[in-house]
């Protein structure tokens, strides 16, 4: 089993930064896909950037230009820098990782997916 902690959100005026964590503990053999996904009040969960082991990045348009998703795939940490924030980022967010938690799961390809229980960020002046 594999547990999910994040830490960083709170509350920040419009234009504000926010640094997101995610700390990934238990059976890890390797990481295959680490990401932030985000849930609005009334919305479905969205993607908001994902990091794979080789070290492609992907990011929604909405928040490229302004957000950094980072990876520590060794100390299995995860993060968002979010810059120039907007009342539109308001959301929990959610820490998404796609492993494969023993050698025997590797090679028979079974990934295992982990979610957070997510980190509250409010914008608002």
């Known amino acids: 089993q594999v547990q999910l902690v994040e830490s960083g959100g709170g509350l920040v005026q419009p234009g504000g930064s926010l640094r997101l964590s995610c700390a990934a503990s238990?059976?890890?053999?390797?990481?295959?896909?680490m990401g932030w996904y985000r849930q609005a009040p009334g919305k479905e969960r969205e993607l908001v950037a994902i990091?794979?082991?080789?070290?492609?990045?992907n990011y929604a348009d909405s928040v490229k230009g302004r957000f950094t998703i980072s990876g520590d795939n060794e100390k299995n940490m995860l993060f968002l820098e979010m810059n120039k924030l907007e009342p539109e980022d308001t959301a929990v967010y959610y820490c998404?990782?796609?492993?494969?938690?023993?050698?025997?799961?590797?090679?028979?390809?079974?990934?295992?997916?982990?979610w957070g229980q997510g980190t509250q960020v409010t914008v608002s002046s």
């Open positions: 998404h990782l796609e492993l494969w938690d023993s050698f025997e799961a590797w090679r028979s390809e079974d990934l295992s997916i982990y």
């Open positions: 238990g059976h890890i053999f390797r990481i295959d896909t």
């Open positions: 990091v794979t082991s080789s070290r492609s990045t």
